[in-house]
Protein backbone atom coordinates (compact mmCIF):
# COMPACT_ATOMS: atom_id res chain seq x y z
CA UNK A 1 0.00 0.00 0.00
CA UNK A 2 1.54 3.25 -0.84
CA UNK A 3 2.18 6.05 1.54
CA UNK A 4 -0.57 8.47 1.94
CA UNK A 5 0.53 12.39 1.84
CA UNK A 6 -0.58 14.98 4.92
CA UNK A 7 -1.73 16.94 1.58
CA UNK A 8 -4.10 14.58 1.22
CA UNK A 9 -5.36 13.83 4.81
CA UNK A 10 -5.73 17.41 5.52
CA UNK A 11 -8.26 17.48 2.66
CA UNK A 12 -10.29 15.41 5.03
CA UNK A 13 -10.72 18.31 7.56
CA UNK A 14 -14.57 18.47 8.69
CA UNK A 15 -17.51 16.15 9.38
CA UNK A 16 -17.97 14.97 6.30
CA UNK A 17 -15.32 13.79 5.73
CA UNK A 18 -12.76 13.54 8.64
CA UNK A 19 -9.41 11.47 8.25
CA UNK A 20 -6.80 11.72 11.49
CA UNK A 21 -3.15 10.17 11.83
CA UNK A 22 -2.62 7.91 15.44
CA UNK A 23 0.63 6.53 15.15
CA UNK A 24 1.77 7.01 11.80
CA UNK A 25 -1.38 5.73 10.17
CA UNK A 26 -4.29 7.03 8.92
CA UNK A 27 -8.18 6.43 9.81
CA UNK A 28 -11.15 7.81 8.38
CA UNK A 29 -13.54 8.31 11.57
CA UNK A 30 -15.98 10.18 9.85
CA UNK A 31 -18.67 7.59 10.45
CA UNK A 32 -17.95 7.00 14.22
CA UNK A 33 -18.06 11.27 15.23
CA UNK A 34 -21.58 10.40 16.38
CA UNK A 35 -20.54 7.70 18.34
CA UNK A 36 -17.06 8.81 20.33
CA UNK A 37 -17.98 9.01 24.35
CA UNK A 38 -15.53 12.14 24.43
CA UNK A 39 -18.09 14.16 21.33
CA UNK A 40 -17.08 15.06 18.17
CA UNK A 41 -15.62 18.16 19.11
CA UNK A 42 -12.32 16.97 20.08
CA UNK A 43 -11.88 14.45 17.12
CA UNK A 44 -12.37 17.33 14.83
CA UNK A 45 -9.89 19.66 16.39
CA UNK A 46 -7.40 17.31 15.15
CA UNK A 47 -9.31 16.53 11.13
CA UNK A 48 -6.60 16.13 8.74
CA UNK A 49 -4.12 16.54 10.96
CA UNK A 50 -1.61 13.84 13.60
CA UNK A 51 -3.70 13.50 16.70
CA UNK A 52 -1.51 11.54 18.62
CA UNK A 53 -0.62 13.58 21.03
CA UNK A 54 -4.40 14.09 22.38
CA UNK A 55 -4.66 10.01 21.98
CA UNK A 56 -2.37 8.68 23.71
CA UNK A 57 -2.62 9.86 26.92
CA UNK A 58 -6.54 8.73 27.61
CA UNK A 59 -6.67 5.54 25.36
CA UNK A 60 -5.42 2.27 25.07
CA UNK A 61 -2.46 1.70 22.04
CA UNK A 62 -5.17 -0.40 20.30
CA UNK A 63 -8.08 1.08 20.68
CA UNK A 64 -8.83 2.75 17.53
CA UNK A 65 -7.05 -0.49 15.58
CA UNK A 66 -9.64 -3.08 17.51
CA UNK A 67 -12.92 -0.98 17.51
CA UNK A 68 -12.69 0.86 14.04
CA UNK A 69 -13.67 -1.42 10.86
CA UNK A 70 -10.80 -2.24 8.68
CA UNK A 71 -11.97 -1.12 6.06
CA UNK A 72 -11.23 2.38 7.89
CA UNK A 73 -7.37 1.97 8.01
CA UNK A 74 -6.59 3.30 5.25
CA UNK A 75 -3.10 3.19 5.27
CA UNK A 76 0.62 4.79 6.54
CA UNK A 77 1.31 8.19 6.27
CA UNK A 78 4.40 9.62 4.49
CA UNK A 79 6.23 10.59 7.52
CA UNK A 80 8.15 13.54 5.55
CA UNK A 81 4.86 15.45 4.93
CA UNK A 82 3.24 15.08 8.17
CA UNK A 83 2.01 18.30 10.07
CA UNK A 84 1.99 17.83 13.65
CA UNK A 85 -0.86 19.86 15.79
CA UNK A 86 1.61 22.37 18.12
CA UNK A 87 0.42 22.11 21.49
CA UNK A 88 0.09 25.46 23.45
CA UNK A 89 1.35 25.66 26.75
CA UNK A 90 -1.22 27.51 28.52
CA UNK A 91 -0.26 29.33 31.93
CA UNK A 92 -1.57 27.09 33.87
CA UNK A 93 0.23 23.72 32.56
CA UNK A 94 3.56 26.03 32.73
CA UNK A 95 2.68 26.55 36.11
CA UNK A 96 1.65 22.54 36.63
CA UNK A 97 5.71 22.13 35.34
CA UNK A 98 6.76 24.32 38.00
CA UNK A 99 4.95 22.31 40.94
CA UNK A 100 6.41 19.40 38.70
CA UNK A 101 10.00 20.19 39.05
CA UNK A 102 9.52 21.54 42.32
CA UNK A 103 7.74 18.64 44.11
CA UNK A 104 9.30 16.84 47.32
CA UNK A 105 11.76 14.29 47.18
CA UNK A 106 10.06 10.46 47.39
CA UNK A 107 12.68 10.60 50.50
CA UNK A 108 10.54 13.39 52.05
CA UNK A 109 7.02 11.18 51.42
CA UNK A 110 6.24 9.94 54.49
CA UNK A 111 2.76 9.09 54.62
CA UNK A 112 0.41 8.43 52.23
CA UNK A 113 -2.12 11.74 52.69
CA UNK A 114 1.55 13.12 51.11
CA UNK A 115 1.03 11.74 47.51
CA UNK A 116 -2.43 13.27 47.82
CA UNK A 117 -0.99 16.62 48.47
CA UNK A 118 1.52 16.57 45.80
CA UNK A 119 -1.10 14.74 43.52
CA UNK A 120 -3.63 17.46 44.06
CA UNK A 121 -1.53 20.18 43.05
CA UNK A 122 0.28 18.60 39.94
CA UNK A 123 -2.58 17.15 38.32
CA UNK A 124 -4.51 19.48 35.64
CA UNK A 125 -7.95 20.78 37.38
CA UNK A 126 -9.63 18.56 35.36
CA UNK A 127 -8.55 15.06 36.25
CA UNK A 128 -7.66 16.15 39.95
CA UNK A 129 -12.03 16.56 39.48
CA UNK A 130 -12.61 13.29 38.27
CA UNK A 131 -10.24 10.80 40.67
CA UNK A 132 -10.80 12.89 43.63
CA UNK A 133 -14.96 13.57 43.05
CA UNK A 134 -17.55 11.73 45.11
CA UNK A 135 -21.53 11.92 44.81
CA UNK A 136 -23.45 14.57 46.21
CA UNK A 137 -22.71 16.32 49.30
CA UNK A 138 -19.61 14.11 50.18
CA UNK A 139 -20.72 12.78 52.66
CA UNK A 140 -20.21 9.20 52.77
CA UNK A 141 -16.19 9.85 51.01
CA UNK A 142 -15.71 11.66 54.60
CA UNK A 143 -17.19 9.32 56.33
CA UNK A 144 -15.21 6.45 55.16
CA UNK A 145 -12.27 8.47 56.40
CA UNK A 146 -13.65 9.45 59.63
CA UNK A 147 -15.05 5.79 60.87
CA UNK A 148 -11.65 4.26 60.86
CA UNK A 149 -11.53 7.17 63.62
CA UNK A 150 -13.99 6.04 65.45
CA UNK A 151 -12.70 2.31 66.24
CA UNK A 152 -9.38 2.31 69.38
CA UNK A 153 -7.04 -0.30 69.65
CA UNK A 154 -6.61 -2.10 72.89
CA UNK A 155 -3.08 -3.20 72.32
CA UNK A 156 -1.63 -6.62 74.13
CA UNK A 157 2.04 -6.40 75.81
CA UNK A 158 4.77 -8.48 76.48
CA UNK A 159 4.11 -11.13 73.50
CA UNK A 160 7.98 -11.20 71.81
CA UNK A 161 7.32 -9.06 68.80
CA UNK A 162 10.60 -9.13 68.04
CA UNK A 163 9.58 -10.75 64.35
CA UNK A 164 6.35 -9.93 63.15
CA UNK A 165 5.14 -10.87 60.04
CA UNK A 166 2.04 -9.31 57.56
CA UNK A 167 2.14 -11.42 54.71
CA UNK A 168 -1.17 -13.46 54.09
CA UNK A 169 -3.28 -15.18 51.45
CA UNK A 170 -5.91 -13.52 49.41
CA UNK A 171 -8.76 -16.02 47.76
CA UNK A 172 -6.14 -18.34 48.19
CA UNK A 173 -3.17 -16.38 46.23
CA UNK A 174 -0.16 -15.33 48.97
CA UNK A 175 0.05 -11.09 48.96
CA UNK A 176 3.05 -10.05 50.48
CA UNK A 177 0.63 -7.14 52.05
CA UNK A 178 -2.88 -7.50 53.63
CA UNK A 179 -3.82 -4.87 50.98
CA UNK A 180 -4.17 -5.45 47.14
CA UNK A 181 -4.53 -3.02 44.51
CA UNK A 182 -8.61 -2.08 44.37
CA UNK A 183 -9.81 -0.79 41.02
CA UNK A 184 -9.80 2.87 39.84
CA UNK A 185 -10.65 3.98 36.20
CA UNK A 186 -8.18 6.04 33.47
CA UNK A 187 -5.12 6.09 34.91
CA UNK A 188 -3.38 7.92 32.06
CA UNK A 189 -5.44 11.24 32.98
CA UNK A 190 -2.75 11.22 35.75
CA UNK A 191 0.50 9.62 34.54
CA UNK A 192 1.98 8.52 31.21
CA UNK A 193 2.32 5.47 31.87
CA UNK A 194 -1.41 4.45 33.36
CA UNK A 195 -2.13 1.41 35.39
CA UNK A 196 1.84 0.22 34.40
CA UNK A 197 2.63 1.88 37.47
CA UNK A 198 1.11 -0.11 39.21
CA UNK A 199 1.39 -3.58 37.43
CA UNK A 200 5.33 -2.88 37.62
CA UNK A 201 5.19 -2.33 41.15
CA UNK A 202 3.09 -4.75 42.44
CA UNK A 203 4.95 -7.18 40.43
CA UNK A 204 8.56 -6.22 41.65
CA UNK A 205 6.90 -6.40 45.84
CA UNK A 206 4.21 -9.51 45.54
CA UNK A 207 1.41 -7.55 45.79
CA UNK A 208 -1.92 -7.69 43.95
CA UNK A 209 -3.48 -5.87 41.34
CA UNK A 210 -7.17 -5.78 40.47
CA UNK A 211 -7.50 -4.53 36.53
CA UNK A 212 -10.40 -1.98 36.12
CA UNK A 213 -13.12 -2.07 33.32
CA UNK A 214 -12.20 1.11 32.98
CA UNK A 215 -8.39 0.93 32.20
CA UNK A 216 -6.82 3.56 30.10
CA UNK A 217 -4.09 0.67 29.35
CA UNK A 218 -5.50 -1.98 27.31
CA UNK A 219 -6.51 -5.48 29.47
CA UNK A 220 -3.78 -7.14 27.73
CA UNK A 221 -0.94 -4.37 28.16
CA UNK A 222 -1.16 -4.88 31.52
CA UNK A 223 -0.98 -8.18 31.49
CA UNK A 224 1.85 -8.99 29.53
CA UNK A 225 3.84 -6.77 32.02
CA UNK A 226 3.54 -9.12 34.64
CA UNK A 227 6.46 -10.88 36.07
CA UNK A 228 6.29 -14.90 36.95
CA UNK A 229 4.13 -15.70 39.47
CA UNK A 230 2.24 -12.70 39.55
CA UNK A 231 -1.03 -12.49 40.67
CA UNK A 232 -4.27 -10.25 39.40
CA UNK A 233 -7.88 -10.01 39.62
CA UNK A 234 -10.16 -7.92 37.39
CA UNK A 235 -12.95 -5.85 38.34
CA UNK A 236 -16.20 -6.14 35.96
CA UNK A 237 -18.72 -3.62 35.32
CA UNK A 238 -21.15 -6.09 33.61
CA UNK A 239 -22.33 -4.77 30.07
CA UNK A 240 -25.94 -4.58 28.55
CA UNK A 241 -24.54 -6.96 25.94
CA UNK A 242 -23.56 -10.09 27.82
CA UNK A 243 -21.79 -11.56 24.73
CA UNK A 244 -19.23 -9.15 25.36
CA UNK A 245 -18.82 -9.36 29.15
CA UNK A 246 -18.53 -13.63 28.39
CA UNK A 247 -15.57 -12.87 26.03
CA UNK A 248 -14.01 -10.41 28.31
CA UNK A 249 -14.58 -12.53 31.62
CA UNK A 250 -13.54 -15.77 29.75
CA UNK A 251 -9.85 -14.09 28.35
CA UNK A 252 -9.06 -12.98 31.55
CA UNK A 253 -8.90 -16.46 32.75
CA UNK A 254 -7.18 -17.74 29.83
CA UNK A 255 -4.88 -14.84 30.52
CA UNK A 256 -4.15 -16.42 33.92
CA UNK A 257 -6.42 -13.56 36.21
CA UNK A 258 -7.17 -15.40 39.71
CA UNK A 259 -10.20 -13.68 40.73
CA UNK A 260 -13.03 -11.91 39.36
CA UNK A 261 -14.57 -9.10 41.16
CA UNK A 262 -17.94 -7.85 40.33
CA UNK A 263 -19.14 -4.59 40.84
CA UNK A 264 -23.02 -4.44 42.10
CA UNK A 265 -23.26 -1.13 43.40
CA UNK A 266 -23.52 0.80 40.21
CA UNK A 267 -26.79 0.05 37.88
CA UNK A 268 -26.03 3.50 37.31
CA UNK A 269 -22.96 5.76 38.02
CA UNK A 270 -23.54 8.69 40.76
CA UNK A 271 -23.36 12.81 40.56
CA UNK A 272 -19.93 13.27 41.18
CA UNK A 273 -20.36 17.40 41.31
CA UNK A 274 -16.93 17.96 40.65
CA UNK A 275 -16.47 16.30 37.96
CA UNK A 276 -20.08 17.33 36.41
CA UNK A 277 -18.68 21.34 36.65
CA UNK A 278 -15.81 20.07 34.68
CA UNK A 279 -17.80 18.88 31.48
CA UNK A 280 -14.34 16.84 31.00
CA UNK A 281 -15.57 15.00 28.17
CA UNK A 282 -15.98 17.88 25.62
CA UNK A 283 -11.94 17.97 25.61
CA UNK A 284 -10.89 14.61 26.08
CA UNK A 285 -11.33 11.18 25.27
CA UNK A 286 -12.35 7.85 27.94
CA UNK A 287 -11.76 4.06 28.18
CA UNK A 288 -11.96 1.72 25.94
CA UNK A 289 -14.99 -0.12 26.53
CA UNK A 290 -16.32 3.02 24.97
CA UNK A 291 -15.33 3.17 21.79
CA UNK A 292 -17.80 2.48 19.75
CA UNK A 293 -20.87 3.51 22.53
CA UNK A 294 -23.54 6.00 21.15
CA UNK A 295 -26.12 8.23 22.82
CA UNK A 296 -24.06 9.10 26.04
CA UNK A 297 -23.93 11.93 28.01
CA UNK A 298 -20.95 13.95 26.84
CA UNK A 299 -21.70 17.80 29.38
CA UNK A 300 -21.94 15.93 32.85
CA UNK A 301 -17.83 15.20 33.27
CA UNK A 302 -16.26 11.59 32.83
CA UNK A 303 -17.93 9.86 35.20
CA UNK A 304 -21.12 9.69 33.50
CA UNK A 305 -19.94 9.02 30.37
CA UNK A 306 -17.82 6.06 30.55
CA UNK A 307 -21.28 4.70 32.41
CA UNK A 308 -23.42 4.26 29.21
CA UNK A 309 -22.58 0.74 28.36
CA UNK A 310 -22.90 -0.51 32.58
CA UNK A 311 -26.22 -2.68 32.42
CA UNK A 312 -29.10 -1.75 35.27
CA UNK A 313 -30.88 -4.99 34.48
CA UNK A 314 -27.86 -7.31 36.94
CA UNK A 315 -30.17 -9.24 39.52
CA UNK A 316 -28.99 -12.33 41.75
CA UNK A 317 -31.08 -14.29 38.38
CA UNK A 318 -27.45 -13.59 36.84
CA UNK A 319 -24.95 -15.32 38.86
CA UNK A 320 -25.68 -18.97 38.03
CA UNK A 321 -24.68 -17.67 34.62
CA UNK A 322 -21.89 -16.09 35.35
CA UNK A 323 -20.16 -19.07 37.36
CA UNK A 324 -21.20 -21.22 34.45
CA UNK A 325 -18.99 -19.31 32.38
CA UNK A 326 -15.77 -19.15 34.65
CA UNK A 327 -13.85 -21.15 36.91
CA UNK A 328 -12.09 -18.22 38.50
CA UNK A 329 -13.49 -17.47 42.22
CA UNK A 330 -16.25 -14.99 41.75
CA UNK A 331 -16.55 -12.12 44.46
CA UNK A 332 -19.10 -9.19 44.78
CA UNK A 333 -17.44 -5.74 44.72
CA UNK A 334 -20.01 -3.33 46.22
CA UNK A 335 -21.80 -4.94 49.08
CA UNK A 336 -23.90 -2.83 52.32
CA UNK A 337 -25.89 -5.38 54.22
CA UNK A 338 -25.84 -8.62 55.99
CA UNK A 339 -28.58 -9.64 54.15
CA UNK A 340 -26.93 -9.41 50.82
CA UNK A 341 -23.74 -11.06 52.32
CA UNK A 342 -25.67 -13.87 53.35
CA UNK A 343 -27.79 -14.21 49.63
CA UNK A 344 -23.85 -13.86 48.28
CA UNK A 345 -23.03 -16.90 50.50
CA UNK A 346 -25.88 -19.11 50.04
CA UNK A 347 -25.20 -18.55 45.70
CA UNK A 348 -22.03 -20.23 46.38
CA UNK A 349 -19.82 -16.92 45.73
CA UNK A 350 -15.92 -16.46 46.94
CA UNK A 351 -16.56 -13.67 48.92
CA UNK A 352 -17.97 -9.84 49.00
CA UNK A 353 -16.73 -6.18 49.32
CA UNK A 354 -17.93 -4.19 51.46
CA UNK A 355 -17.81 -0.84 49.45
CA UNK A 356 -19.85 2.13 48.78
CA UNK A 357 -17.37 3.09 46.25
CA UNK A 358 -15.14 5.36 47.28
CA UNK A 359 -18.28 7.06 48.12
CA UNK A 360 -18.71 7.92 44.58
CA UNK A 361 -22.31 6.14 44.12
CA UNK A 362 -24.96 6.27 46.68
CA UNK A 363 -24.30 9.55 49.17
CA UNK A 364 -24.78 8.88 53.25
CA UNK A 365 -24.22 5.44 52.68
CA UNK A 366 -22.59 3.70 55.49
CA UNK A 367 -19.06 3.08 55.09
CA UNK A 368 -17.80 -0.88 54.57
CA UNK A 369 -15.82 -0.87 58.22
CA UNK A 370 -18.68 0.46 59.70
CA UNK A 371 -20.95 -2.46 58.05
CA UNK A 372 -18.09 -5.19 59.33
CA UNK A 373 -19.20 -6.19 62.04
CA UNK A 374 -22.81 -6.90 60.98
CA UNK A 375 -21.82 -9.05 58.32
CA UNK A 376 -19.63 -11.13 60.00
CA UNK A 377 -22.33 -11.62 62.57
CA UNK A 378 -24.95 -12.85 59.92
CA UNK A 379 -22.33 -14.67 58.15
CA UNK A 380 -21.30 -16.62 61.46
CA UNK A 381 -25.04 -18.17 61.97
CA UNK A 382 -23.59 -19.97 58.59
CA UNK A 383 -21.05 -21.65 60.59
CA UNK A 384 -17.36 -21.26 61.76
CA UNK A 385 -15.83 -18.08 61.00
CA UNK A 386 -13.35 -17.46 59.32
CA UNK A 387 -14.67 -19.34 56.82
CA UNK A 388 -12.17 -20.84 54.28
CA UNK A 389 -14.61 -20.98 51.42
CA UNK A 390 -15.87 -17.28 51.86
CA UNK A 391 -13.91 -13.85 52.45
CA UNK A 392 -14.95 -10.59 53.34
CA UNK A 393 -13.01 -7.73 52.21
CA UNK A 394 -13.36 -3.92 52.77
CA UNK A 395 -12.39 -0.91 50.89
CA UNK A 396 -12.80 2.84 51.13
CA UNK A 397 -10.96 5.21 53.68
CA UNK A 398 -7.92 3.43 54.03
CA UNK A 399 -5.25 5.16 54.54
CA UNK A 400 -2.83 4.24 57.21
CA UNK A 401 -1.73 0.91 58.04
CA UNK A 402 -3.83 1.19 61.37
CA UNK A 403 -7.27 1.06 59.14
CA UNK A 404 -6.19 -1.88 57.94
CA UNK A 405 -5.42 -3.73 61.07
CA UNK A 406 -8.73 -2.60 62.41
CA UNK A 407 -10.46 -3.88 59.79
CA UNK A 408 -8.86 -7.40 59.90
CA UNK A 409 -9.59 -7.55 63.76
CA UNK A 410 -13.13 -7.02 62.91
CA UNK A 411 -13.03 -9.65 60.32
CA UNK A 412 -11.72 -8.29 57.44
CA UNK A 413 -9.95 -11.11 55.20
CA UNK A 414 -7.85 -8.22 53.73
CA UNK A 415 -8.38 -4.77 52.28
CA UNK A 416 -8.54 -2.94 49.11
CA UNK A 417 -6.89 0.44 48.76
CA UNK A 418 -7.96 2.50 45.40
CA UNK A 419 -7.03 6.44 45.52
CA UNK A 420 -4.15 5.91 47.69
CA UNK A 421 -1.99 4.25 45.37
CA UNK A 422 -3.66 6.08 42.09
CA UNK A 423 -2.07 9.33 43.94
CA UNK A 424 1.64 7.46 44.21
CA UNK A 425 1.67 6.75 40.80
CA UNK A 426 0.08 10.43 39.36
CA UNK A 427 3.11 11.92 41.58
CA UNK A 428 6.06 9.98 41.03
CA UNK A 429 5.31 7.27 38.98
CA UNK A 430 6.35 3.38 39.55
CA UNK A 431 8.85 4.33 42.57
CA UNK A 432 5.76 6.43 43.70
CA UNK A 433 3.43 3.21 44.22
CA UNK A 434 7.04 1.22 45.51
CA UNK A 435 7.23 4.46 48.16
CA UNK A 436 3.65 3.40 49.28
CA UNK A 437 3.91 -0.12 49.61
CA UNK A 438 6.82 0.51 51.80
CA UNK A 439 5.01 2.87 53.60
CA UNK A 440 2.63 0.24 54.78
CA UNK A 441 5.10 -2.02 55.24
CA UNK A 442 6.79 0.53 57.98
CA UNK A 443 3.22 1.38 59.42
CA UNK A 444 2.33 -2.55 59.65
CA UNK A 445 5.65 -3.45 61.17
CA UNK A 446 5.21 -0.85 63.94
CA UNK A 447 1.74 -1.32 64.61
CA UNK A 448 1.35 -4.58 64.93
CA UNK A 449 4.17 -4.66 67.48
CA UNK A 450 2.32 -1.92 69.56
CA UNK A 451 -0.46 -4.06 69.48
CA UNK A 452 0.71 -7.19 70.11
CA UNK A 453 0.23 -9.28 66.71
CA UNK A 454 3.02 -11.49 65.89
CA UNK A 455 1.01 -12.37 62.57
CA UNK A 456 -2.20 -11.11 60.85
CA UNK A 457 -3.63 -14.35 62.44
CA UNK A 458 -3.49 -13.15 65.55
CA UNK A 459 -5.48 -9.87 64.84
CA UNK A 460 -8.55 -10.61 66.83
CA UNK A 461 -11.77 -8.60 67.43
CA UNK A 462 -11.05 -8.00 71.32
CA UNK A 463 -7.76 -6.01 70.05
CA UNK A 464 -9.89 -3.28 69.13
CA UNK A 465 -13.02 -1.32 70.30
CA UNK A 466 -15.80 -0.44 67.61
CA UNK A 467 -18.24 0.52 70.03
CA UNK A 468 -18.74 4.07 68.84
CA UNK A 469 -18.46 2.91 64.96
CA UNK A 470 -22.78 4.09 64.78
CA UNK A 471 -22.31 7.40 66.52
CA UNK A 472 -21.84 9.45 63.34
CA UNK A 473 -21.63 12.61 65.09
CA UNK A 474 -19.62 14.37 67.81
CA UNK A 475 -17.05 11.27 68.53
CA UNK A 476 -14.89 11.65 65.64
CA UNK A 477 -11.06 12.72 66.16
CA UNK A 478 -10.34 15.67 63.35
CA UNK A 479 -7.52 13.89 60.82
CA UNK A 480 -5.92 17.14 60.02
CA UNK A 481 -4.20 15.64 57.12
CA UNK A 482 -7.01 14.49 55.46
CA UNK A 483 -8.94 17.41 55.37
CA UNK A 484 -6.09 19.55 54.21
CA UNK A 485 -6.06 17.93 50.96
CA UNK A 486 -9.79 17.54 50.99
CA UNK A 487 -11.46 19.87 48.48
CA UNK A 488 -14.69 20.75 49.50
CA UNK A 489 -17.39 21.44 47.19
CA UNK A 490 -18.44 24.71 45.58
CA UNK A 491 -21.26 26.02 43.81
CA UNK A 492 -22.45 27.51 40.36
CA UNK A 493 -20.24 30.21 39.24
CA UNK A 494 -20.54 33.53 37.85
CA UNK A 495 -18.85 33.89 34.80
CA UNK A 496 -17.92 37.50 35.78
CA UNK A 497 -17.53 38.09 39.32
CA UNK A 498 -17.56 41.75 40.15
Not at 236 to 243: A, G, I, K, S
Amino acid sequence: MSLISTQTVAEHSNASSCWIIVHGKVYDVTEFLPEHPGGSKIILKYAGKDATEAYDPIHPPDAITTHLPKNKHLGAIDPNTVIKVVKEVTAEEKKRQELMAARPSLDEIVNLHDFEAVAKAILPAKAWAYYSSASDDEITIRENRAAYQRIWFRPRILRDVSVVNWSTTILGQRSSLPVYISATALGKLGHPDGELNLTRAAGKHGVIQMIPTLASCSFDEIVDAVVPGQVQFVQLYVNRDREITKRYVQHAEKRGVKGLFITVDAPQLGRREKDMRMKFVDESGVAKVQENQSGVKKDEGVARAISSFIDPSLSWKDIPWFKSITNMPIVLKGVATPEDALMAYDYGLAGIVLSNHGGRQLDTARSGVENLMEVVAALKTRGPWPNPKFEVFVDGGIRRASDVLKAIALGASAVGVGRAFMYSFCAYGQEGVEKAFQIFRDELEMNMRLIGARTIDELAPDMVDASGIHSHVGLTPTDNLYNSTYQPLALAQFKNKL
